[in-house]
């Protein structure tokens, strides 16, 4: 079946400093990748998506590109803020008539100082 | 625009008692999802509804748990009776159409706790 596999966090990270947050996948079919972004307090945020090989999604400065020959989608920001802390959520779509399903990794929680 | 809203917030209950959770789509939303997460398993799919049917409910983890959606703006999940082992937070999303592109958007989440 499908899974999602993260880097284990906690991440602290000092303002401005670059991230990396490690994903890859396993999956039948062809799926679409995303990163949520969870705030304290509150439920899960699409941040970028990638719906097939070699696109790159972006957002708020943070990027991730959908790498096919070795399974990963890895989230980037070149200059962190504090208000990017968060947990980020790597998941992937289900195929054919589970297209509807996500599959989420556990989540890398980022803390950034000033 | 509202987005999607989930109540209650916090539920304190104890072992054996009903839990009913709710939640009310963006409206114009056809497809709606309930989400359980906690620490150990992360976030997991409940049951998944589209135009007010149950599609896939394989991730309801027992007969304790039943999901229903009356009409297109309101959904709850009941636990009854509940465990310790219930203890989790409970999301609601909903999106249009089905597929996972179509982005789902989350409400704040219902943090249950069975003591």
């Known amino acids: 079946g499908n899974s999602v596999t993260q880097m284990e966090g906690p991440v602290t990270l000092s303002e401005e400093a670059f991230l990396t947050i490690n994903c890859t996948y396993t999956a039948t079919g062809y799926p679409s990748l995303f990163w949520y972004v969870q705030y304290p307090g509150e439920g899960l945020q699409l941040l970028l998506k990638a719906t097939k090989a070699d696109d790159k999604g972006s957002n708020k400065g943070f990027e991730a590109t959908y790498r096919k020959e070795t399974t990963s989608f890895h989230l980037e920001k070149g200059s962190v803020q504090v208000s990017d802390s968060a947990v980020y959520f790597c998941?992937?779509?289900?195929?054919?008539?589970?297209?509807?399903?996500?599959?989420f990794g556990k989540g890398t929680l980022l803390t950034v100082n000033p | 625009d509202a987005g999607v809203i989930q109540s209650p917030r916090h539920e304190v209950t104890e072992m054996g008692q009903e839990v009913t959770l709710r939640c009310k789509p963006i409206?114009?939303?056809?497809?709606l999802f309930w989400y359980r997460q906690t620490m150990m398993r992360g976030l997991e799919l409940l049951i998944y509804?589209?135009?007010?049917?149950?599609?896939?409910d394989s991730g309801m983890p027992e007969d304790r748990f039943s999901a229903k959606m009356p009409n297109a703006s309101f959904s709850t999940l009941k636990i009854q009776p509940s465990e310790p082992r219930d203890s989790a937070v409970y999301f609601c999303?909903?999106?249009?159409?089905?597929?996972?592109?179509?982005?789902?958007?989350f409400g704040p989440g219902t943090r249950l706790t069975v003591l």
């Open positions: 999303a909903s999106s249009f159409g089905g597929a996972s592109y179509n982005e789902q958007f």
């Open positions: 998941a992937l779509s289900g195929s054919g008539g589970s297209n509807y399903k996500l599959t």
């Open positions: 409206s114009g939303h056809n497809s």
């Open positions: 509804f589209n135009n007010n049917v149950p599609i896939d």
